[in-house]
């Protein structure tokens, strides 16, 4: 069935160092690809999304790109801040959802910047 | 913006009671759906709906039912808690059609069953 493998953590950084989460996928056809963000105490947000092969998906310094060859969608930032200290998911959504597109997670990589 | 509360941030509760979580979204959201958050195991689907009355079983539905009586308002129930119940609970709604992606999730429901 489909799934998402995604890093393990937990990731400790520096501040303003480069950061990158790794994710794969398998799923039959062509699926959509998220990346959502927990920050502590708080319930999960949509932070980017590609719909299709090629697409990039940014938001907040964050980036992903959607590659089909390699079925990846790895999450980087160029330079990590305090406030970035979170838990990143990797989701997808298959086509066989049909319109529901209920979502698939990966177990989720800590985050944590040092100042 | 649109809202997903959950009625509860912490609970605790003892073995083999009926334990309650509440959801309400305000924003006319026809999907809803509840997860448990577990460290190392991600989230995974316990139950959702796609409209009023409507259910339908996720991955892990055991020891739980869930309740659609009204569009805004999606309750998990526990018939009797047990300790491996013990978790992170989320909510969360999208419309019909708009899953992909779309999700709000309400900050969680974390039950202790004692």
């Known amino acids: 069935g489909d799934s998402v493998t995604q890093m393990e953590g937990p990731v400790t950084l520096s501040e303003e160092a480069f950061l990158t989460i790794n994710c794969t996928y398998t799923a039959t056809g062509y699926p959509s690809l998220f990346w959502y963000v927990q920050y502590p105490g708080e319930g999960l947000q949509l932070l980017l999304k590609a719909t299709k092969a090629d697409d990039k998906g940014s938001n907040k310094g964050f980036e992903a790109t959607y590659r089909k060859e390699t079925t990846s969608f790895h999450l980087e930032k160029g330079s990590v801040q305090v406030s970035d200290s979170a838990v990143y998911f990797c989701a997808l959504s298959a086509p066989a959802q049909g319109s529901q597109g209920n979502l698939i997670f990966g177990k989720g990589t800590k985050l944590s910047v040092k100042p | ?114």
């Open chain 2, 1 to 114: 913006d649109v809202k997903v509360t959950q009625s509860s941030r912490y609970l605790v509760k003892r073995t083999g009671e009926k334990v309650f979580l509440e959801c309400v979204q305000d924003m006319d959201h026809e999907n809803m759906f509840w997860y448990r958050q577990d460290p190392g195991l991600g989230l995974r689907l316990i139950y959702f709906s796609y409209d009023v009355k409507m259910k339908e079983k996720g991955d892990i539905p055991e020891g739980y039912s869930v309740s659609r009586e009204k569009k805004e308002r999606f309750s998990l129930i526990l018939e009797s808690a047990s300790t491996n119940q013990t978790s992170m609970y989320l909510c969360a709604s999208t419309l019909l059609g708009q899953g992909v992606g779309g999700y709000t999730f309400g900050s969680g429901t974390r039950l202790t069953v004692v």
